[in-house]
């Protein structure tokens, strides 16, 4: 005979098994993480899934399962193979470390046609659990056959299409902007986990915990700049000025280009990258706060556009760059880059008009060093390269001061703003990296 004891716990019992049942389930049901390899596009690099990473981190993605596969964009019709053999390398070292049978491939622009003829190899793309394929090369199917999420950048009709696969549309987005933002992120999470992300925003991290590395490199070759010295400088945010007399970091770059992980930073401050080189100017980085661990930091060093740069210790040059377009001609909800209090983004210099003109640097100095400024006018040869542009505006360096960088972003959000000081352009060239998200 059963005693109401023994029946209670037989039922404790039974609740208890299907409790491990529908858990292991549930577990089972839900995807296991894959590693994750983005492929950048046309003058492209790891910084254009800087914003991602971080977003997939922090919705749980370990650091190191999410990599990018850099090369030189520019010689890619001789170098195709050897991109691809990479490729073959980076997957198989993250099916070791992860232990993982597959990855999850991106692709971006350019980044769509290296991703997609190497899916045309069955033996490759059997180690491609999903692919998604942003704003580049349309297809008659999945590539190798591998399920695919082709994401356009928010023309109407897209730009293209990928037969068999789900195609989104990013409605009001441009061309970079498809690949760095959290529309698009939400998209990928949904398309890899089978369910919407806790959160699309870089969730910040404890100021302590924040650290970061990456890489100095030649653009657009991502090649690495052997010899250049990297010093990193905790700076007054009021000012740009360096706080003491020593900086918080400093580290040596070999052929790689590879530094870090910086563990010295605060998440809360500001902070100087000074790439350093002999015989040639300093490049001086000037950031936003680190909110949370960033491993895709690229310090990329144009050197062939150094000749277009008018320089003279009467006046200072500042690139400005954002990993997604500023466009000028949308009206008033245009994007507005002050410098100190003028607006070099118009209908001249950044036009948006169809998707994939807009730009995501923009270069200032006196031209001609003449001592005037024409924001209107873009300097040679800028007018002509892809993401790029320019303005001649004449920033004195008498007497030192402080030059104030404003970004108010199209679509809303508070303005972004970076002080830097008004170094000569006989010593320094200024880079004043903005955040391409909004929180």
Aim: glycine share 10%; charged share 15%.
């Amino acid at each position: 005979m059963t005693t109401r004891g023994n029946r209670f716990g037989f039922i404790a019992l039974g609740f208890v098994v299907l409790a491990s049942l529908l858990t292991a389930t549930t577990a089972w049901a839900k995807p296991k993480l894959n590693p994750i390899i983005f492929v950048h596009g046309g003058s492209g690099s790891a910084a254009q899934f800087e914003s991602q990473k971080m977003r997939f981190t922090s919705n749980g993605y370990p650091a190191r399962y999410i990599r990018a596969l850099e090369y030189d964009s520019s010689s890619i019709g001789d170098i195709l193979p050897a991109v691809h053999a990479e490729l073959d390398a980076l997957i198989a070292e993250l099916q070791v470390e992860t232990g993982r049978d597959q990855v999850d491939l991106l692709g971006h622009s350019l980044g769509t046609f290296v991703s997609q003829t190497y899916l045309a190899s069955p033996a490759r793309a059997a180690n491609v659990a999903h692919y998604v394929n942003i704003d580049g090369g349309s297809a008659d199917a999945p590539p190798g056959g591998v399920p695919t999420l082709a994401l356009w950048a928010g023309a109407s009709p897209p730009i293209g299409s990928i037969t068999g696969a789900l195609n989104v549309t990013l409605a009001d987005q441009e061309h970079i902007e498809s690949a760095t933002s959290a529309e698009s992120f939400a998209e990928m999470y949904q398309f890899f986990r089978g369910e919407a992300p806790q959160t699309t925003d870089v969730v910040a991290e404890p100021p302590g915990q924040v650290s970061i590395s990456g890489q100095v490199n030649f653009f657009p070759s991502n090649e690495g700049i052997a010899g250049a010295v990297l010093e990193i400088w905790e700076v007054d945010a009021a000012t740009g000025e360096r706080n003491g007399n020593e900086p918080v970091a400093s580290r040596l770059i070999d052929e790689t280009g590879d530094w870090g992980p910086i563990d010295e930073i605060k998440g809360n401050r500001h902070y100087e990258l000074a790439v350093l080189r002999e015989g040639e100017v300093s490049i001086n980085y000037y950031y936003e706060p680190f909110r949370r661990s960033d491993h895709f930091v690229r310090l990329n060093v144009a050197t062939g556009l150094t000749p277009f740069i008018d320089v003279s210790e009467d006046h200072a040059a500042i690139t400005v760059v954002r990993n997604k377009e500023m466009c000028g001609d949308l009206g008033a909800g245009s994007d507005v880059l002050e410098i100190d209090g003028t607006n070099v983004i118009n209908t001249t210099t950044a036009s948006c008009a169809t998707v994939g003109s807009g730009s995501a640097a923009v270069f200032l100095f006196d031209d001609g060093s003449d001592g005037i400024s024409n924001v209107t006018s873009i300097p040679f040869p800028f007018a002509f390269l892809a993401f790029l542009t320019g303005a001649d505006l004449f920033i004195p360096t008498e007497p030192p001061a402080t030059v104030s960088v404003t970004l108010t972003p199209r679509g809303g959000g508070a303005p972004h703003t970076v002080n830097v000081p008004n170094l000569p352009s006989t010593e320094s060239r200024i880079v004043v990296q903005l955040n391409d998200f909004d929180q």
